[in-house]
């Protein structure tokens, strides 16, 4: 045996360490793929709405203008709020948006309040 094999077989060194290589870099690039594809996934759902304005119509009711933006043709269902001067809840509708091939889209909504509000916004849209 020559002296090199000797030290070799003595420290550990040669094959083994190869594989160990490949197999954590095979393991390292599936992590990246499936952050990846994780990443594209959780972002084909997302679904982003903008207060436009508002108008207190009169004690029981407001008009909440916004626009919706979702990248792809499903169902949105979007939670729409009337808020006092406190920021209380004074009223809130839930609106369900049917799918379209728009992008982005306009709404206006009629929220009833139990008390006259002195603001509009939309809470939260979520795919359905």
Avoid at 93 to 121: C, M, N, Q, Y
Wanted: aromatic share 8%; hydrophobic share 50%.
């Amino acid at each position: 045996m020559t002296t090199a094999l000797e030290l070799d077989e003595r420290y550990g060194r040669g094959r083994r360490r190869k594989a160990t290589w490949i197999i954590g870099g095979i393991i390292a690039v599936l992590a990246v793929i499936a952050a990846g594809w994780m990443t594209v996934a959780q972002s084909m759902n997302s679904v982003d709405a903008d207060d436009l304005g508002f108008e207190v119509v009169d004690a029981h009711s407001t008009t909440v203008r916004f626009q919706l933006t979702a990248t792809n043709q499903k169902d949105v269902v979007c939670a729409v709020e009337a808020l006092d001067v406190e920021f209380g809840v004074v009223g809130w509708k839930i609106v369900e948006i049917p799918a379209d091939a728009a992008h982005t889209r306009s709404f206006t909504v009629t929220v009833p309040t139990v008390a006259e509000a002195t603001t509009g916004l939309v809470n939260a849209c979520w795919v359905a």
